[in-house]
């Protein structure tokens, strides 16, 4: 199994972002459900949201004990926004997560390190649209990251041409709909290979 590979586990089509030695951190190909980040709208942090709780819940008992038993837990560092500084909150243990901006844009869609560490003067948002990386980030509409945009009633997401919202969409409120913001789900966990 190597990076970029596609598998499936459980009930979903997964992609390989990682491999070390007798285990692998995989994401699935594409959103696979949607949801609010948060249940209510108040600040909040990777490791209070409804989002994590149901994760590594209600969406990690849906796997068989065999596939269970093959989820390993890690601990994720949740760093603050690096353009506006919003605290990430305390690390966390996680056997299903959300992958982090450092990741989505320095490790695992290729490497757009310097838009993130290095912000342009009078830049209010994310990349401009011609970033390389954007067309290997897509899936099918936007969905969301575990770190913070520019307040914690904001959470950072991918557009749905793979563009990086660093600044945030809102937790729980949107301006359609139901007035709900809900964005896509693309969990992620590491796996031990048999």
């Not at 499936?8 to 692998?24: A, I, M, P």
């Not at 994760?55 to 506006?84: C, H, M």
């Not at 959300?98 to 990741?103: A, D, K, T």
């Not at 830049?123 to 770190?147: I, Q, T, V």
């Amino acid at each position: 199994m190597q990076v970029g590979d596609e598998m499936f586990f459980g009930k979903y089509e997964w992609r390989v972002l990682d491999r070390q030695n007798d285990k692998t951190l995989i994401i699935t190909k594409k959103i696979i459900e949607q949801s609010p980040y948060h249940n209510s709208y108040r600040a909040i942090t990777w490791a209070d949201c409804s989002l994590r709780e149901y994760l590594n819940g209600e969406f990690y008992d849906k796997f068989s004990p065999a596939d269970r038993s093959r989820i390993i837990p890690v601990i994720n560092k949740n760093t603050d926004n690096q353009w506006y500084g919003t605290n990430g909150g305390e690390d966390t243990q996680d056997s299903i997560f959300l992958l982090s901006i450092e990741e989505v844009a320095c490790k695992y869609f290729g490497d757009s390190s310097a838009n993130l560490y290095y912000q342009k003067e009078n830049k209010r948002y994310w990349f401009e649209r011609k970033d390389e990386n954007n067309s290997k980030r897509r899936a099918g509409g936007w969905w969301w990251l575990r770190s913070p945009g520019r307040n914690g009633v904001k959470a950072v997401y991918i557009h749905g041409d793979g563009n990086i919202g660093i600044q945030g969409n809102n937790i729980l409120k949107g301006n359609i709909g139901d007035g709900r913001c809900i964005g896509g789900v693309r969990p992620a966990l590491w796996l031990r290979l048999e």
